[in-house]
């Protein structure tokens, strides 16, 4: 059932937010957020939590990630006119070109920190989940970068309709897991993820 707050909560809510009282210390906004997952998940999750706290000021960590980002992924990507869109809508256009990034797509930007982050967390290897297989191919590329094993899971059925992707994640070492389970898409393979 979804929570309606009053004009007085809302106004309350944004100030907290703007004034860095949210989020709070547990992830919550107010009486929003939080961490609804199975309990099996909890201790993989408090792991996390601790990690990321403890490396996301780390300026040794942050400069890793910069430099990969920079070097490899090929950050900043351009900004380019959008000429005619620009014309036809009477504005100033311009396209971020995430599209210029290795792996083509902006998934490289989160991937390559993910994978950073597991390997300084002792994590000895990637397990993803993908659907058009974007996550996935960033994901292999992410991990052959820094030599981590990397475990996919995408539903056969999206395997089918993305197969250029699948190639690309096994071109790039990562061992591709068909999910015949549930609706054998994005859905089966993110549980299949999670289960293992």
Same mark, same amino acid.
């Given at each position: 059932?979804?929570?309606?707050?009053?004009? /007085?909560e809302?106004?309350?809510l944004?100030a907290?937010?703007?004034?860095?009282? &949210?989020?709070?210390?547990? =992830?919550r906004? %107010?009486?929003?957020? %939080?961490? &609804?997952v199975?309990e099996?998940?909890?201790?993989?999750l408090?792991r996390?939590?601790? =990690?990321?706290?403890? &490396?996301?000021?780390?300026?040794?960590?942050?400069?890793?990630?910069?430099?990969?980002?920079?070097s490899?992924v090929?950050?900043p990507t351009? !900004?380019t006119r959008? /000429?005619?869109?620009?014309?036809r809508?009477?504005a100033d256009?311009?396209?971020?070109? @995430?599209? !210029?990034?290795?792996?083509g797509? /902006?998934?490289?930007n989160?991937?390559? =920190? #993910?994978v950073?982050?597991?390997?300084?967390?002792g994590?000895?290897?990637?397990?993803? @989940?993908t %659907?058009? =297989? #974007? /996550?996935?191919?960033a994901?292999?590329a992410?991990?052959?970068?820094? %030599?981590?094993p990397c475990?996919?899971y995408?539903?056969?059925?999206d395997?089918e309709? #993305?197969?250029?992707?699948?190639?690309?994640?096994?071109?790039?070492?990562?061992?591709v897991v068909?999910?015949?389970?549930?609706?054998?898409?994005?859905?089966?393979?993110?549980?299949?993820a999670?289960?293992?």
């Amino acid at each position: 059932m979804t929570q309606v707050l009053s004009a /007085h909560e809302r106004e309350s809510l944004l100030a907290n937010i703007l004034q860095g009282a &949210y989020p709070d210390a547990r =992830g919550r906004f %107010g009486p929003f957020g %939080g961490r &609804y997952v199975p309990e099996t998940l909890v201790p993989a999750l408090d792991r996390l939590e601790a =990690g990321v706290k403890r &490396y996301l000021r780390n300026p040794d960590f942050l400069a890793e990630f910069e430099a990969e980002l920079r070097s490899w992924v090929g950050r900043p990507t351009a !900004l380019t006119r959008a /000429h005619t869109l620009s014309k036809r809508w009477n504005a100033d256009v311009w396209l971020k070109r @995430e599209d !210029l990034g290795h792996t083509g797509a /902006h998934k490289i930007n989160n991937s390559i =920190g #993910q994978v950073l982050l597991a390997r300084k967390l002792g994590a000895k290897r990637v397990i993803a @989940e993908t %659907g058009a =297989g #974007q /996550h996935g191919v960033a994901s292999a590329a992410a991990c052959a970068r820094l %030599g981590m094993p990397c475990t996919v899971y995408m539903g056969s059925v999206d395997m089918e309709r #993305q197969a250029p992707n699948v190639g690309r994640m096994k071109l790039l070492g990562a061992t591709v897991v068909p999910v015949t389970s549930g609706d054998q898409t994005l859905r089966a393979a993110v549980d299949e993820a999670l289960r293992d």
